[in-house]
């Protein structure tokens, strides 16, 4: 609800501050006092396209602010919440028009764009009157009171997990269908790949070994030509072998060794000498015992070399790399061949969410049409009972086809109205005039305003043009509305003021030639005398007080 709005140097107005409560609020007061420069600036405030002319003459700036109690608004404060803008249990919009053509707005004190401002007045305050602020006109809006005045709440949050599960299934099936198709071609060259790696079968360090034995094969009667040459240098030369020169140097410097000691050290090193050339003639033996040169393995290693070859320079990798393109490529292709049987699984998944979704939009749209019927007939009855003898409303399902289905259920729902006798239903916001249609938005509030939406509401002379009973109609329907909201009326009627649980007279004066707008909270004396004026005009009579407090008192007595 709105709990406070504070105006500076707008139109005619220096500076008010307007304290509101719960309940239905009458604001009144003479033709041009400023009555509905509130509800101007009420928009304002909640987002509406400011204009310099607004701005006081010989003021640099207007500037209007408002706070409003969320109280049980919880999506609200989620909403502040999620962009860090919020400030308690309350809410604290603020605007400032500035000569430049500059336009500042503010939410608990952190500017926002006007859009954002906007966004939060949608969610705050309906203007019902002369105005765009009126959230009946938004088709989503339509929609969600038909649900509510329906109790369609478990039925549709049923349609709306089964929506979205079937439309992430839809997704991803196209994802896949298509990523399907684009990859059939690479699927089959896959296969050709895989098959020939599989087919060659490298193995990690085959390489470097079949290098390596390549090498030995190709040189191996260089090797054996060595290995002989090094063993006859070594041992068996009989006219020089190392080892028996070694030993007979060995067994000279030991004879020496006992005049000097010194050399004893050295034959000990010349000995171990002999034993390392001993044990590297076993091995060279057993290496030319071990050595097979044959040219059927030599032919046999040096093709698969060339295998290794060839396929690398088909892939363009190093032929190292052979075993780890081909355990890639393998993985890669199943996963590809995965993705028929993924395929299959996800159509028959999305078959079964088509049909629950099929059955639950029958459900809903039933649902929808037998509560259209019923709020039709109602909001009709009440539209009869405000000046509209003639009026008819209808609440309009237009189906939709099967892949146009969206979160909000299988059709749109759009309210039409017809405000006088032969004409023709059209869309609520073609077809009516500004004060029919702040009385057709009155009987939908009545109608539907127990089951959610705003908590304030601000009509505008929704009494224009009506007068008598209906204008009595009209008042007992606003109070009849504040007990689920908040609501502010400015009206010329008394009928309509003294239904009112509060009374707010705007009145305008002259000071050094300057209007000044006050506002007086009335009591119950106040009430009468303003009450008296509106029925009586400028001369207020005995008979017209005595009039307007029967008035009052008959509200309390119905009450």
């Known amino acids: 609800m709105i709990r406070e ?109 006007i859009q954002t401002l906007r966004e939060v007045g949608r969610q705050l305050v309906d203007i019902y009157g002369q105005h765009a602020h009126q959230s009946l006109l938004r088709p989503g809006v339509q929609r969600s009171l038909l649900d509510a005045y329906g109790a369609h709440t478990l039925l549709f949050d049923e349609w709306d997990r089964a929506y979205r599960h079937w439309r992430q299934l839809s997704q991803a099936l196209e994802t896949l269908t298509q990523t399907a198709g684009e990859q059939a071609a690479r699927l089959e060259l896959l296969r050709y790949q895989v098959e020939e790696l599989e087919a060659f079968r490298a193995e990690p360090g085959e390489l470097a070994r079949l290098e390596q034995e390549q090498q030995q094969l190709a040189h191996g009667a260089e090797l054996v030509q060595g290995v002989e040459l090094a063993l006859d240098l070594l041992y068996q030369n009989e006219q020089g072998a190392i080892y028996a020169l070694l030993g007979k140097v060995s067994r ?19 000995e171990n000498a002999a034993i390392q050339i001993d044990e590297a003639v076993g091995g060279l033996r057993h290496y030319l015992d071990s050595m097979d040169i044959d040219p059927e393995r030599l032919r046999w290693v040096e093709e698969r070399l060339s295998g290794f070859y060839d396929l690398a320079r088909k892939h363009r990798i190093a032929p190292a790399e052979l075993p780890t393109l081909a355990e890639h490529l393998a993985s890669e292709l199943r996963q590809m061949e995965s993705v028929d049987n993924r395929l299959g699984n996800l159509q028959g998944e999305f078959a079964t969410a088509l049909q629950t979704c099929r059955a639950l939009a029958a459900d809903l749209s039933k649902a929808r049409a037998s509560a259209a019927v019923k709020l039709a007939q109602g909001v009709t009855e009440v539209m009869q009972s405000l000046a509209m003898p003639g009026g008819c409303f209808k609440v309009i399902l237009a189906s939709l086809k099967e892949q146009e289905f969206s979160a909000h259920g299988a059709e749109q729902v759009q309210f039409q109205v017809s405000a006088n006798p032969g004409q023709p239903p059209g869309p609520l916001s073609k077809v009516a005039s ?30 224009v043009g009506i007068g008598g009973a209906v204008a009595e109609t009209v008042g007992a329907r606003l109070r009849e509305l504040a007990k689920y909201r908040q609501v502010l009326c400015v009206t010329h009627l008394p009928q309509v003021a003294a239904q009112a649980h509060a009374q707010i007279r705007i009145s305008k004066s002259y000071q050094k030639k300057t209007a000044i707008v006050e506002l007086t909270c009335l009591d119950e004396k106040e009430r009468v005398e303003e009450i008296a004026r509106m029925l009586g005009g400028r001369e207020i009579t005995e008979r017209s007080r005595a009039h307007a407090h029967e008035m009052l008192e008959m509200v309390r007595r119905i009450e």
């Open 252 to 270: 000279q410097l030991a004879q020496l060794g006992a005049i000097d000691p010194k050399l004893t050290p050295l034959v000990e090193l010349l």
């Open 434 to 463: 500004g004060g029919e249609l702040s009385r057709i938005g009155l009987a939908i509030q009545v109608l539907t305003s127990q089951w959610g939406g705003v908590s304030a509401l601000i009509f505008d002379e929704v009494d």
């Open 5 to 113: 709005l504070l105006v500076r140097d707008l139109a005619i107005i220096t500076e008010l501050v307007l304290p509101l409560e719960t309940g239905m609020t009458a604001l009144t007061g003479e033709t041009g006092a400023g009555k509905s420069i509130l509800v101007d600036a009420l928009g304002l405030v909640l987002g509406d396209r400011g204009d310099v002319n607004l701005i006081r003459h010989g003021q640099e700036r207007a500037e209007v602010s408002a706070i409003f109690e969320l109280g049980a608004n919880r999506a609200l404060l989620t909403w502040l919440q999620a962009r860090d803008l919020e400030q308690d249990e309350e809410c604290v919009l603020r605007r400032i028009l500035s000569r430049e053509g500059r336009s500042r707005a503010y939410i608990n004190g952190r500017p926002v764009p």
